[in-house]
């Protein structure tokens, strides 16, 4: 292979974008080449084993006649030059391995960017879709002493769980004398202002359980652990609660 056809090999895969195909291609030039100067030096070899830098003048100064002085001549000239198209191949194969590997890992940082760009918009609209947590209900008062104070609930607290009453179910305060109700372990009784405002009138006959209670406060969710019992005021919560209107 000449310069000019080493030239010409390595124009087509520098062209445009590299692929596989042109990288065998290569490999497969290489090899030929390869092929050529090995060739080439056998062709030295069978000339009494002479190299690439052994004299071809005697020791008086005349031509060897003991080797074909034209063969030997054109071997070394072809061992020179293919060695230079090998490694102008090898160059070429190198390049084009490290725009196939660049490429790779820009494909695979995309990949990467994409699967975490749609993983994160999935999360997003599942957020959006489910939304914050409403409220049903607000404190509007608390007494001092009371399980609802002792519990930590504050004024302007909104309620969006309390017990197994939540967003979902909640159709009324009724809602919530029913939980007090079930947790005091009492029959249910009734208040003629129960459905303005929570404010119990229940007398306790059992131990009462805790309810889980969750309010928005500021922004925040808080979850606080209510016992409803009796007290040294009315009702067993020590606190009015009015329904919010959305």
């Known amino acids: 292979m000449s310069d000019e056809e080493a030239r010409q090999s390595g124009g087509s895969s520098q062209a445009g974008v590299v692929t596989v195909s042109d990288v065998q291609e290569l490999m497969r030039r290489k090899e030929e080449i390869e092929a050529q ?31 074909d002085l034209y063969q030997v001549r054109t071997a070394r ?41 749609e993983a994160m918009s999935r999360k997003l ?4 879709s489910q939304g914050p947590p409403r409220a049903f209900a607000k404190v509007n008062s608390i007494s001092p002493g009371s399980p609802a104070s002792i519990a930590g609930l504050q004024v302007d607290d909104e309620i969006v769980e309390f017990g197994s009453v939540n967003t ?3 159709q009324s305060l009724h809602n919530i004398g029913s939980v007090v109700q079930h947790s005091e372990g009492m029959e249910s009784c009734s208040h003629p202002g129960w459905s303005a405002v929570v404010q119990s009138q229940l007398t306790a006959t059992s131990a009462s359980q805790p309810l889980n209670v969750t309010v928005i ?11 409803p019992t009796r007290w040294a005021g ?3 919560l020590g606190c009015n609660i009015i329904p919010l209107q959305r």
């Open 37 to 67: 100067i090995k060739a080439n030096y056998d062709v030295l070899e069978s000339q009494k084993g002479i190299g690439m830098n052994e004299p071809l003048v005697d020791c008086e100064g005349y031509p060897r006649s003991d080797v």
């Open 217 to 227: 406060r500021r922004g925040e969710k808080h979850q606080l652990r209510l016992v």
């Open 125 to 128: 609209g599942q957020s959006e």
């Open 168 to 170: 979902q179910n909640f």
């Open 77 to 117: 000239h072809n061992i020179i030059c293919l060695q230079n198209d090998h490694k102008a191949v090898m160059k070429q194969v190198e390049e084009a391995l490290h725009q196939l590997h660049a490429r790779d890992k820009e494909k695979q940082a995309r990949d990467m960017a994409e699967a975490h760009k």
């Open 234 to 236: 009315k009702g067993l």
